[in-house]
């Protein structure tokens, strides 16, 4: 079975930062390149971070480049996410997500395993 | 960054009927670059369908997904009870990746 199983959330001051983990298992890690999307009740879903592979292509959405950092060891079949300075903008279900391939071109399918996620709460 | 819209913020329906749950972006989609995603509480967001048309794996084919360039359209046929649920769309064409704010289905 494909799992992807997140942790390190939980309640954080403002300023302060916090580092999330994603534990993968039942496929070929090193095979995928993996994402963290958080959700919000007010601004819903929204994509985070991804890194390819081999962690060779990293990506940021604006609202985390220059804060948090996104990190892979295939070794180990785990992904972080370093988040420093954190605000109360940032408290989110954050999911570990995969890149799904399909058909012999591995056409991307974008996100198509997620974790369970795990909540992160900024507040004094 | 390409905005997404979907359209109806809600939608209620009996069981049997026929579900069309509308995306609209606002920059074209490159290469139908376009997935749905179901999502009932407490459970993270589901692949139903990716590139636009393509069922993910285990989607029944009640699901289908239509549309190119702006516009696309998630077919939900012959509801069941179990299809009320929150329904996002997502572009992966382009970064930065965005998501729709979902349309909620009722299942009446």
């Known amino acids: 079975e494909v799992l992807l199983v997140e942790s390190g959330g939980g309640l954080v001051q403002p300023g302060r930062s916090l580092r999330l983990s994603c534990a993968a298992s039942?496929?070929?890690?090193?095979?995928?390149?993996m994402h963290w999307v958080r959700q919000t009740p007010g601004k819903g879903l929204e994509w985070v971070a991804s890194?390819?592979?081999?962690?060779?292509?990293?990506e940021y959405a604006d609202s985390a480049r220059g804060r948090f950092t996104i990190s892979r060891d295939n070794t180990n079949k785990s992904v972080s996410l370093h988040m420093t300075s954190l605000t109360s903008e940032d408290s989110a279900v954050y999911y570990c997500?995969?890149?799904?391939?399909?058909?012999?071109?591995?056409?991307?399918?974008?996100?198509?395993?997620w974790g369970l996620g795990t909540l992160v709460t900024v507040s004094s | 960054e390409n905005v997404l819209t979907q359209s109806p913020g809600t939608l209620s329906l009996s069981p049997g009927e026929r579900a069309t749950l509308y995306c609209g972006a606002s920059?074209?989609?490159?290469?139908?670059?376009l997935a749905w995603y179901q999502q009932k509480p407490g459970q993270p967001p589901r692949l139903l369908i990716f590139?636009?048309?393509r069922r993910a794996t285990g989607i029944p084919d009640r699901f289908s997904g239509s549309g190119s360039g702006t516009d696309f359209t998630l077919t939900i046929s012959r509801l069941e009870p179990e299809d009320s649920a929150v329904y996002y769309c997502?572009?992966?064409?382009?970064?930065?990746?965005?998501f729709g704010q979902g349309t909620r289905l009722e299942i009446k």
């Open positions: 997502h572009q992966y064409g382009s970064s930065p990746r965005t």
């Open positions: 997500a995969r890149e799904g391939y399909y058909g012999d071109y591995a056409v991307p399918t974008s996100f198509d395993t």
């Open positions: 920059q074209g989609v490159s290469s139908s670059y």
């Open positions: 890194i390819s592979w081999n962690s060779i292509k990293i």
């Open positions: 039942g496929f070929t890690f090193g095979d995928h390149a």
């Open positions: 590139t636009a048309s």
